[in-house]
């Protein structure tokens, strides 16, 4: 075993290499994100293996780094030969490695010239790394502000009481929503965001000092609620070190401004945070004003305590349990011939237990009355190649047979549902067996909670829960899927961006009675788009679904719709996902890719005219079988994520398209400039302008009008070309395919509440 301070030391003094034949840092930020939250929870993440070696041994490179190290001298080293990703993550999110200090601090005069030579040390660094780590890892703490009620708050900061044991509770899906990294690359030096370290070099050179830096980063971090893991290995007399605990202390005094203003003057509500008894001599607010006491006085001084308990809490977790004594499984070894075996291994050995594994081998235990043995993957597999009988209503949209084929369905492996269909299927299984034991499904007030979907509530089930609840489960995931492409948009299994929330709308269709009413398919319509718009799934994910499951299954059932009703109100007014600016790139940032999908799939769901000129016909989201009249999905790829205005347009004026493409932010990336057409239409399309094709659409421009507004493109779109596509053209035509996106958004929330 060996400890992550340990790992990290010997990075630092280059002591620990990666032998040049190792292929280079490939993982993306969600991968990063998910390693993160496991080592949060202080989960296993797997191991490493190194080879004692000298440096002249191999050519080699720096942990992290792209390009060979030249190593002059021999020296004793580790080669790094199993374990590069983890261990390349884990460093880069938890040291400071793009520190400045160095940097500026050599040059003794701080000039513009001086500046830019810091810069320019700063991009060379920046160049050696991979694109995916020149980021900086934060934690996302709730602050005592309305806006993060829904985080995880997995160190109790709203309570101001850190719970080791509350920990142990969450998994790490739980949480990947609060560790946010914070980008910045040496092509874009972003020096407006105070996160980069190229701020910090202006900053200095504008005449200020390290600690008045020092300052101005921990305010804003406070601000936003973010605690800097990168910061953590910082050495303890370090003054970046001091900032851990600074912006801690000040997230701590807003959620302790927020408990108190919701104590008020209420004294019923003190007991539970007085840890110190300061409010042991009283009974009363009588009391306290006969002994002349002031109750704010003594209410800080509760409080002063409890946040500085917190503090030193979270700070010992990160440092101590998490920086200095968490370990990792190392496998070291000195033979280069014995390391190979090993490598092959650990890479090549047998498959890993999941979830669905564990379950199987529990329902195949043998039970009374067994004629034969059971196999859960057998039931499984059988209901997946049979055809999913589509509910009347579906069956009447689709004009089909009233089957589902998982024709072209690509989230099968060996018959059996891989990824977040295999996920949701566990969940609404352990859902389905623990409402049944609880009542919930007897109109009680009883509620579902986030654990009943764990992997520990699931792995409780006995043998016969799961046998009874299984195939009930897989079934209405794929009742969820149908509905999904049929009803949503989604072509492709792997197009549902916020995967979760396939669940609430499975789980709603567990019950046959949901499944083959109209109204409510138009209600989980409406509880859908209401939610994908206004970014409800933006944030802690595990604990919106949950509440979802409950809420629209309640609502069904005849309850209130008080959750869609909010939702309702905020759609297309996120700042942070759907609003105007944002999605017209006027925002600071580019949209996210939920948003973009959820346009796309939105103006699909309506059965849209295609961009073609022959003739006319829809576009949809399933096909039907000419033979059979089944519906089944379309392949991969006939469908086509179309720029309306084309890249290449721009290379008339002095950009590549490639380089556009390679800007999320550019204008013509906005989703508003994004629509989806078939292949054939694609091929024909290519990049020409608008102008040149627009007028040809449906017959010769017979039918372009139709085909426009079926896709929710505005008129003005058929006027640019390459002489009319500068900024101000393009944002006054995205802008008003806003207003069209927005109103037929809104229009058909309307349809579906009132049907």
């Known amino acids: 075993m060996s400890k992550l301070k340990d790992i990290f030391k010997k990075i630092n003094d280059e002591i620990l290499l990666l032998p040049d034949f190792q292929r280079d840092y490939k993982w993306g930020m969600e991968k990063q994100r998910n390693l993160l939250s496991s080592l949060l929870l202080k989960f296993p993440i797997g191991s490493s293996l190194t080879l004692n070696g000298k440096s002249t041994d191999f050519a080699a490179r720096k942990i992290g780094e792209l390009k060979q ?262 496998i070291k070894t000195n033979d280069i011939r014995r390391a190979i075996p090993i490598f092959c291994h650990l890479n090549e050995g047998g498959m890993k237990l999941d979830d669905f594994d564990l379950l199987a081998a529990r329902a195949a235990k043998k039970e009374e009355g067994d004629t034969e043995p059971y196999s859960l993957s057998e039931v499984v597999r059988s209901i997946m190649v049979d055809k999913l009988a589509l509910s009347d209503p579906l069956k009447y949209e689709t004009n089909s047979s009233g089957f589902l084929d998982l024709k072209n369905f690509d989230s099968i492996e060996d018959g059996l549902p891989t990824s977040y269909v295999k996920s949701a299927i566990l969940a609404v299984c352990s859902l389905l067996a623990h409402g049944k034991a609880n009542q919930f499904f007897e109109n009680s007030p009883i509620e579902l909670t986030k654990d009943k979907a764990k992997s520990k509530a699931l792995l409780s089930l006995s043998t016969m829960q799961i046998r009874d609840n299984i195939e009930i489960a897989v079934k209405a995931v794929l009742r969820a899927l149908a509905f999904l492409t049929i009803r949503c948009g989604i072509y492709n299994a792997k197009k549902l961006h916020y995967t979760l929330m396939v669940q609430p709308i499975a789980f709603a269709f567990t019950k046959d009675e949901h499944w083959n009413t109209k109204e409510s398919l138009d209600r989980i319509e409406c509880w859908y788009w209401s939610s994908l718009f206004s970014g409800a799934y933006l944030y802690d994910q595990s604990t919106v679904v949950i509440q979802d499951i409950n809420s629209l299954f309640r609502w069904l059932e005849g309850g209130g719709d008080k959750v869609i009703a909010a939702r309702k109100a905020k759609v297309f007014e996120d700042s942070d996902y759907s609003s105007k600016a944002l999605l017209t790139m006027q925002g600071g940032e580019p949209p996210r890719e939920g948003i973009r999908l959820a346009i796309l799939q939105f103006v699909l769901s309506k059965d849209p005219y295609d961009l073609i000129s022959e003739g006319v016909a829809r576009l949809r989201s399933y096909d039907v079988d000419e ?83 079926s896709n929710q493109i505005p008129d003005n779109f058929t006027e640019i070309n390459t002489e009319s596509c500068d900024d101000d053209k393009v944002l006054e035509v995205i802008e008003k395919r806003f207003a069209m996106i927005t109103e037929a958004v809104g229009s058909r929330l309307l349809e579906l509440k009132t049907n």
């Open 627 to 709: 033979n059979t009249k089944d519906v089944h999905f379309i392949g991969a790829n006939l469908i086509h994520d179309h720029h309306l205005i084309p890249l290449d347009i721009r290379k008339g004026l002095g950009a590549t398209s490639e380089k556009v493409r390679n800007d999320p932010g550019h204008i013509l990336n906005s989703p508003l400039n994004r629509v989806y057409i078939s292949a054939d239409a694609n091929g024909k399309i290519g990049s020409l302008d608008p102008i040149r094709y627009f007028k040809y659409l449906g017959e010769a421009g017979a039918y372009k009008s139709n085909i426009l507004s």
């Open 69 to 330: 190290t030249n190593q002059e001298e021999e020296f004793e080293c580790e080669y790094l030969l199993d374990g590069q990703q983890r261990t390349t993550t884990l460093y880069n999110a938890l040291n400071n490695t793009y520190c400045i200090n160095d940097t500026v601090l050599k040059f003794t005069e701080l000039t513009p010239d001086t500046e830019e030579q810091c810069k320019k040390e700063l991009k060379s660094l920046l160049s050696k790394k991979a694109n995916s780590i020149k980021v900086r890892w934060f934690l996302k703490l709730p602050d005592g502000s309305d806006s993060t009620n829904a985080i995880s708050d997995l160190f109790g900061a709203k309570k101001l009481k850190f719970d080791s044991k509350a920990i142990d509770e969450y998994e790490p899906e739980d949480i990947t929503e609060i560790i946010k990294e914070q980008r910045f690359d040496e092509k874009n030096t972003g020096v407006t965001k105070w996160y980069s370290p190229f701020y910090e070099i202006s900053f200095l050179h504008r005449g200020k000092s390290q600690k008045q830096f020092a300052t101005d980063f921990v305010e804003n971090c406070a601000s936003e609620g973010l605690l800097p893991l990168f910061l953590i290995g910082e050495s303890t007399d370090n003054i970046k070190n001091r900032i851990i605990t600074r912006v801690l202390e000040k997230i701590a005094s807003k959620n302790s401004q927020a408990i108190k203003d919701h104590i008020n003057d209420d004294f019923s509500k003190v007991e539970k945070y007085d840890i110190d008894g300061v409010f042991d001599e009283f009974d009363n607010m009588n009391q306290i004003k006969e002994a002349g006491a002031d109750f704010n006085v003594l209410l800080d001084k509760v409080f002063e305590s409890l946040e500085k308990t917190w503090v030193s809490d979270v700070y010992n977790y990160l440092l101590n349990d998490l920086y200095n004594d968490y370990e990792l499984l190392s």
